[in-house]
């Protein structure tokens, strides 16, 4: 057990303690608010002091204010800093063997809370934080799972002080998650877009893809996206680090492009949950409305046979807090839509999965965020990555996780693995195959 000093109590402190602690490392922690008691402690027991004054002995952190503070507020620019080859803010005091000279516990609490999102920003088109505004983008910091850094970094100091301190039990685990927005790129579209697609494609010379289109539709040829029972067996060696997120909404603008209900895909759906893990990918005509997501949710529900309480919201749409507390009165415990649509890094700073903290209501929550750090769109759509130029990247994100012992969550699309002609994705499928190799 660690035991942790602090001149003062808050539901804030409480939070990151044990998130980071016992959450995140499976480290017992316990706080203490009693000098003498704290002083008391014997030698060999392991202890963090995050008070002004340096007490005992123990690893000194020298506390900001922000943890011991209710409420949102403008904070002061922070000076972001490079320390022992990790970037850190919220400096608080000097280096020497016993301390470290930033307030990570305020600086963990900072990023995992998404504290910036809820001060006054501008959104993009579809109502989402922009990566760029955040102050791990402008300070180059994205990339990095800087929290697990941080904590890796404490932990060496505490094993320094306290040999018998202990050891974090956690390992390198790589998450796999398939988002099915669109089952299928030609059938159930209906006769009148089909037609106007297939009219189309010859007046501009497109030949091959009005052809493609139409044997498709004729159920002579395959439909390039329903593709989900060879993206399964892709999976199979990998199944217990799976989930795939159906998409369960209407037809609309940013929603599934399907008039009619297919009895296929509802049992290749059914098929895959009773292997992997099943989410529900809650449509963009769902986000921030309780009644259509649960109508949504019930519907994956009855075709999985299974209570669904997983997902990640289309288009990456959500607010805060609203959105989260949205999903905890619905029954979501699990939530893995924390992560940029244009820009992969970690969001929230770290690579692990935590509970949501609600800083309107200064409460910690049940609900687990997990975040993911890269996204096959991103890499392919907003950066021109080709297949190998993606998987390279992969595999170096990989590497930062895995010196951390984290948690790698991937996002990959069925209908990005086609090498149909037309989609622009050709030689990921056969990437993405090479990389799970690789990668486990």
């Known amino acids: 057990m660690i035991v942790i000093y602090a001149e003062r109590d808050s539901n804030r402190l409480r939070y990151i303690v044990n998130e980071l602690f016992s959450h995140m490392n499976g480290i017992e922690v316990r706080l203490e608010f009693e000098a003498d008691q704290f002083y008391a402690l014997p030698d060999d027991q392991p202890k963090i002091c995050y008070a002004n004054e340096h007490i005992g002995n123990s690893l000194h952190i020298k506390p900001a204010e922000l943890l011991f503070e209710e409420g949102i507020t403008e904070l002061e620019e922070m000076d972001v800093e490079q320390w022992e080859g990790h970037t850190y803010f919220f400096r608080t005091g000097k280096d020497h063997k016993d301390s470290v000279p930033y307030d990570i516990f305020s600086a963990a609490f900072y990023l995992m809370t998404r504290y910036e999102e809820y001060l006054p920003h501008e959104n993009d088109k579809h109502g989402r934080y922009k990566a760029t505004d955040s102050l791990a983008y ?82 002579l040829a395959p439909d390039p996206f329903f593709n989900l029972e060879e993206v399964a067996n892709t999976h199979a060696p990998y199944a217990e680090d799976t989930i795939f997120f159906f998409h369960c909404g209407c037809y609309g603008k940013f929603d599934k492009k399907v008039w009619l209900p297919s009895l296929k895909y509802a049992s290749v759906r059914r098929q895959i949950s009773k292997t992997f893990g099943t989410g529900l990918h809650p449509s963009y005509r769902s986000a921030h409305n309780a009644n259509i997501l649960n109508i949504e949710k019930r519907l994956l529900e009855f075709h999985t046979g299974g209570k669904v ?117 050709e030689g990921w499928a056969t990437m993405y195959k090479e990389l799970l190799k690789e990668i486990n």
């Open 138 to 219: 402008k300070h180059h910091f994205l990339e990095e799972p800087v929290i697990d850094q941080w904590m890796q970094t404490t932990l060496q100091r505490l094993y320094g002080l306290f040999p018998n301190v202990e050891r974090s039990n956690r390992r390198f685990k790589h998450l796999k998650t398939i988002d099915v927005d669109n089952v299928f790129a030609y059938r159930h579209k209906g006769l009148l877009i089909n037609g106007i697609h297939i009219i189309a494609d010859l007046f501009k010379g497109k030949s091959k893809l009005a052809k493609q289109r139409l044997l498709a539709i004729l159920r």
């Open 309 to 425: 309480s997983s997902c990640r919201s289309h288009y990456l749409l959500f607010t805060l807090p609203n959105d989260y507390r949205m999903l905890e009165g619905l029954g979501i415990t699990d939530d893995y839509t924390m992560g940029y649509s244009n820009n992969p890094g970690f969001r929230a700073g770290t690579s692990l999965p935590y509970h949501f903290y609600d800083l309107e209501e200064e409460r910690a929550s049940q609900l687990v965020i997990h975040p993911f750090c890269v996204m096959d769109k991103s890499l392919h759509s907003n950066m021109g990555m080709d297949a190998q130029t993606a998987k390279e990247y992969i595999l170096k994100m990989a590497e930062k996780v895995r010196a951390v012992n984290g948690e790698l969550v991937t996002l990959f699309h069925n209908e990005n693995q086609t090498d149909a002609e037309g989609f622009g994705w």
